[in-house]
């Protein structure tokens, strides 16, 4: 009993529902194990005893909470202060305000930001704590608009380096904003990755979702390439020449995009231009962006030049070296100065080309322009958990539960947030980590953005059956996302595929959150929220990791949908009529963990699977429930009048499904870029590893021949796709 209370005290759930109707009760050992994560002792009752009276005697008697969050719509909750209690609050622009008594309309009225409220208690007790004034929503999205679904390393252009890079960005963005009339680009996570050989190509598993990952930059476009001289020059060109054989291997000769090859290309290409000196305007610009991103970007560069003597895992290094605040790791950092500044100078780089990417997007007339992608979490070995330890929970990974359609659950890998640290924090670490990613972008996609209400958490060395739920604080995620919102005038989509706990879309929904909401599983399938697909969070496993659950799950996700509509399997699941979509969402026909539409149409989706025993049952009733799923889609895109080239056309299927988002409300409608040149194969298949090219694969045609940025932008079947949308209504 006191153990289920400790734990109700720290957020975590004592059960969870892995299908209607059915509960599961948490193992005590589990919630041990969660609660020490948290820094809670309950192993023995007596510990159980100390811990729940140390929370009386700390939490439970303070005036204040640990971040307090008010909005103009929602004032704090200040109740339990004692009679006599006087307010004070130090404002964000460096006023203050005395309040007297406790007035929560008070301090819902005070200007937006990031405040500090002191408390002054009869008998002497105060207390101050953060104070999070933040707006009601975040900002909508300028009119309806469509736009591109791109991976940003499979769009290679004739003058990348063997990758796609924040040249082609840019250069998509200014073609496809005056050309084609497309609204956004939105685009994998570009946050750092954990170094190699061999680099882990999965945009999800950063070692630093703060810092964008250099290996994008177009080497050319940083000025002091063009001051290059003598041997340097002559280096710079061999590198140059090494790219140009490197891009050829992929879009000539079939070979796979090659990360690690191309940033060992770049890197060598970024020494050479260190060492030219920056102008004194460049120089100027440098140190404002040093004193701009501080601390964060020390640990970040710092970590950086540790991993290049130590090895990427800081768990690994020297024990002094493992606390980034030790004597020992300021005493390297001093010997290390000139290896720090060349990391900083690279996220400058990277800055100033998204910047510019940004510039490109807006000045082609892009309401909305870039929208970058926020990964659920970080690499455990990476630099986010060595500079804010604190803040991550040791031993534990996120992930999902069992559910109807995976047995096993999910263990993404990835070590999750500590709710406590951050209300400690006043939430500086996720704010910082919002305005980073928000400095150059019109909107930001959330990756399981159920995650900011709760999240899965398994402890090391245990299955995923033996989890827990964590709830974080919901309000405050959500208020310090619309403030950083309102702050950069970007829209927000959450990724609110699968399993959803009742209540959250209609809170996002409240909050001016989009969500995501894909054609094949628009359905009607009966309790819960209404366009809650059995998918099984499997979009997020597939982003997140290497578990083979994560491709059982998204097969089973699938097969699921088709099971609910195939003939004698019972209650058919309603496709949802145009007019039922929900206008707050980013429309999309497929994501980039899901089969290209082409793929869905001929049968290469399921033939794939096949042939890496992915399947999640026979082949032969996989192919009929594909088939049969597929024929209620032409179907009803037949009767809707949406198809009038006739069946059997595949490039006018795939126009029909497009034609069948414009007839949502959706505010966004996105066009995965692939799927206006026909490709087949998707960027990521989720449950392989080595059996298939995860984010290795350049944009390609139906017969599998990669295609250029130019080819893309003088696609004949590109353009006919395109006309569908800027014809008719975005």
Same mark, same amino acid.
């Given at each position: 009993?006191?153990?289920? *209370?400790?734990?109700?005290?720290h957020?975590i759930?004592?059960?969870? +529902?892995?299908? /209607?109707?059915?509960s599961?009760?948490?193992?005590?050992?589990t919630?041990? @194990?969660?609660?020490?994560?948290?820094? &809670?002792?309950?192993s023995?009752?007596?510990?159980?005893?100390a811990s729940?009276a140390a929370?009386?005697?700390?939490?439970?008697?303070?005036?204040?909470?640990?971040t307090?969050?008010?909005?103009?719509?929602?004032?704090?909750?200040l109740?339990?202060l004692p009679?006599?209690t006087?307010?004070?609050?130090?404002?964000?622009?460096g006023?203050?305000?005395?309040?007297g $008594?406790?007035d929560?309309a008070?301090?819902?009225?005070?200007?937006?930001?990031?405040?500090?409220l002191?408390?002054?208690?009869?008998g002497? *007790?105060?207390a101050?704590?953060p104070?999070i004034?933040?707006p009601?929503?975040?900002?909508?999205?300028?009119?309806?608009?469509?736009?591109?679904?791109v991976?940003?390393?499979?769009?290679?252009?004739?003058?990348s %380096?063997?990758?796609?890079?924040?040249?082609?960005?840019?250069d998509?963005a200014a073609w496809?904003?005056?050309?084609?009339?497309?609204?956004?680009?939105?685009?994998?996570?570009?946050?750092?990755?954990?170094?190699g050989?061999p680099?882990?190509?999965?945009?999800?598993?950063?070692?630093?979702r703060?810092?964008p990952d250099?290996?994008?930059?177009r080497?050319?476009?940083?000025?002091?390439?063009a001051?290059?001289?003598?041997?340097?020059?002559?280096r710079?060109d061999?590198?140059?020449a090494?790219?140009?054989?490197?891009?050829?291997?992929?879009l000539?000769r079939?070979?796979?995009i090659?990360?690690?090859a191309? %940033?060992?290309l770049?890197?060598?290409?970024?020494e050479?231009?260190?060492?030219v000196p920056l102008?004194?305007?460049?120089?100027?610009?440098?140190?404002?962006?040093?004193?701009e991103?501080?601390? $964060?970007l020390?640990?970040h560069a710092?970590?950086?030049?540790l991993?290049?003597r130590h090895?990427?895992d800081?768990?690994?290094?020297?024990?002094?070296?493992r606390?980034p605040?030790?004597?020992g790791?300021?005493?390297?950092?001093?010997?290390?100065?000139?290896r720090?500044?060349?990391h900083?100078?690279l996220?400058w780089h990277?800055d100033?080309?998204l910047?510019? $990417?940004?510039?490109?997007a807006?000045?082609?007339g892009?309401?909305?322009?870039?929208?970058?992608?926020?990964?659920?979490?970080v690499h455990?070995?990476?630099?986010?958990?060595?500079?804010?330890?604190d803040?991550?929970?040791?031993?534990?990974s996120?992930?999902?539960?069992p559910d $109807?359609?995976n047995?096993r659950?999910?263990d %993404?890998?990835?070590?999750?947030?500590?709710?406590d640290?951050?209300?400690?924090a006043?939430? +500086?670490?996720?704010?910082?980590?919002?305005r980073?990613?928000?400095?150059?972008?019109?909107?930001l996609?959330?990756?399981?953005?159920?995650?900011?209400?709760r999240?899965?958490w398994?402890?090391?060395?245990?299955?995923?059956?033996?989890?827990a739920y964590?709830?974080?604080?919901g309000?405050a995620?959500?208020?310090?996302?619309?403030?950083?919102a309102r702050?950069?005038?970007? @829209?927000v989509?959450?990724?609110d595929l699968?399993?959803?706990e009742?209540?959250?879309?209609g809170? =996002?929904?409240?909050?001016?959150?989009?969500?995501?909401?894909v054609?094949?599983?628009?359905?009607?399938? #009966?309790g819960?929220?209404r366009d809650?697909?059995?998918?099984?969070e499997?979009?997020e496993?597939?982003?997140?990791?290497?578990?083979d659950?994560?491709?059982?799950?998204?097969a +089973?996700?699938?097969?699921?949908?088709?099971?609910?509509a195939?003939?004698?399997? #019972?209650a058919?699941?309603?496709i =949802?009529?145009?007019g039922?979509?929900r206008?707050?969402?980013?429309?999309? &026909?497929?994501?980039h963990d899901?089969?290209?539409?082409a793929?869905?149409?001929?049968?290469a989706? &399921?033939?794939?699977?096949e042939?890496?025993?992915l399947l999640?049952? /026979?082949p032969?009733?996989e192919?009929?429930?594909?088939?049969?799923?597929?024929?209620e %889609?032409?179907?009803e895109?037949v009767?809707?009048?949406?198809l009038?080239?006739?069946?059997?056309?595949?490039?006018a299927?795939i126009?029909?499904?497009?034609?069948?988002? =414009?007839r949502?409300?959706a505010?966004?409608?996105g066009?995965?870029?692939?799927d206006?040149?026909?490709?087949?194969?998707p960027?990521?298949?989720?449950g392989?590893?080595?059996?298939?090219?995860?984010w *290795?694969? /350049?944009?390609?045609?139906?017969? #599998?021949?990669p295609?250029t940025?130019?080819?893309?932008?003088a696609?004949?079947?590109?353009?006919?796709?395109?006309?569908?949308?800027?014809?008719?209504?975005?």
């Amino acid at each position: 009993m006191g153990r289920a *209370r400790l734990a109700r005290l720290h957020g975590i759930a004592m059960s969870y +529902a892995p299908s /209607p109707g059915r509960s599961v009760q948490i193992a005590d050992d589990t919630v041990v @194990a969660v609660l020490a994560a948290l820094g &809670v002792d309950a192993s023995t009752p007596h510990a159980v005893r100390a811990s729940l009276a140390a929370y009386e005697d700390g939490a439970g008697r303070a005036l204040l909470p640990r971040t307090v969050v008010a909005r103009p719509d929602r004032p704090p909750d200040l109740m339990g202060l004692p009679e006599g209690t006087v307010l004070r609050v130090e404002t964000e622009g460096g006023g203050t305000a005395d309040l007297g $008594a406790p007035d929560p309309a008070a301090l819902a009225r005070l200007p937006l930001g990031v405040h500090v409220l002191e408390a002054r208690a009869p008998g002497g *007790r105060t207390a101050r704590a953060p104070l999070i004034v933040a707006p009601d929503r975040v900002p909508a999205p300028p009119g309806r608009s469509h736009g591109f679904l791109v991976q940003l390393y499979s769009l290679l252009s004739r003058r990348s %380096w063997g990758m796609g890079d924040l040249g082609d960005l840019a250069d998509l963005a200014a073609w496809s904003g005056r050309a084609l009339g497309t609204g956004f680009v939105q685009l994998n996570p570009l946050h750092a990755a954990v170094p190699g050989p061999p680099t882990d190509p999965s945009p999800y598993r950063p070692s630093s979702r703060r810092f964008p990952d250099p290996v994008h930059l177009r080497i050319e476009h940083i000025p002091e390439y063009a001051h290059l001289a003598g041997a340097a020059r002559l280096r710079a060109d061999e590198l140059a020449a090494r790219a140009h054989a490197l891009r050829s291997e992929v879009l000539e000769r079939g070979a796979l995009i090659d990360r690690d090859a191309v %940033w060992a290309l770049k890197r060598e290409a970024l020494e050479l231009l260190w060492a030219v000196p920056l102008s004194p305007g460049r120089r100027a610009a440098y140190c404002d962006f040093l004193a701009e991103q501080g601390q $964060a970007l020390e640990d970040h560069a710092t970590w950086c030049a540790l991993a290049e003597r130590h090895g990427p895992d800081w768990r690994c290094w020297p024990a002094e070296l493992r606390d980034p605040r030790s004597p020992g790791t300021a005493r390297l950092r001093h010997r290390l100065l000139d290896r720090i500044d060349f990391h900083c100078r690279l996220a400058w780089h990277t800055d100033q080309q998204l910047a510019a $990417a940004q510039r490109a997007a807006r000045d082609a007339g892009m309401p909305i322009g870039l929208v970058h992608d926020l990964a659920v979490g970080v690499h455990p070995s990476g630099a986010d958990t060595w500079a804010q330890r604190d803040a991550f929970a040791a031993g534990m990974s996120i992930g999902a539960p069992p559910d $109807a359609f995976n047995a096993r659950g999910q263990d %993404w890998g990835l070590p999750p947030w500590r709710p406590d640290a951050l209300a400690a924090a006043g939430y +500086a670490p996720y704010r910082e980590l919002l305005r980073g990613l928000l400095r150059h972008a019109g909107a930001l996609r959330i990756d399981h953005v159920m995650g900011l209400f709760r999240l899965w958490w398994v402890p090391e060395g245990r299955p995923p059956t033996e989890g827990a739920y964590v709830r974080y604080d919901g309000e405050a995620m959500l208020s310090v996302l619309a403030l950083e919102a309102r702050r950069a005038g970007a @829209a927000v989509i959450g990724e609110d595929l699968g399993t959803v706990e009742p209540g959250v879309r209609g809170e =996002l929904a409240a909050r001016g959150v989009l969500g995501t909401s894909v054609l094949w599983f628009e359905r009607d399938y #009966g309790g819960g929220e209404r366009d809650a697909a059995p998918r099984a969070e499997a979009a997020e496993a597939g982003e997140a990791g290497e578990d083979d659950a994560a491709g059982e799950a998204d097969a +089973a996700g699938e097969a699921g949908a088709a099971r609910e509509a195939a003939p004698g399997s #019972g209650a058919v699941a309603r496709i =949802l009529a145009p007019g039922e979509w929900r206008s707050a969402c980013l429309a999309t &026909v497929t994501t980039h963990d899901l089969p290209t539409t082409a793929a869905r149409l001929t049968g290469a989706d &399921v033939a794939l699977r096949e042939r890496l025993g992915l399947l999640a049952g /026979p082949p032969e009733r996989e192919r009929s429930r594909a088939t049969y799923e597929l024929a209620e %889609w032409m179907g009803e895109l037949v009767r809707r009048g949406l198809l009038p080239e006739g069946q059997g056309d595949e490039e006018a299927a795939i126009k029909a499904v497009h034609r069948f988002l =414009l007839r949502t409300p959706a505010r966004m409608i996105g066009v995965w870029l692939p799927d206006a040149v026909g490709d087949r194969r998707p960027q990521n298949l989720p449950g392989t590893w080595d059996e298939y090219p995860n984010w *290795r694969l /350049p944009i390609a045609g139906p017969d #599998g021949r990669p295609h250029t940025l130019e080819e893309l932008a003088a696609s004949p079947r590109l353009h006919a796709l395109m006309r569908e949308l800027s014809d008719r209504s975005c």
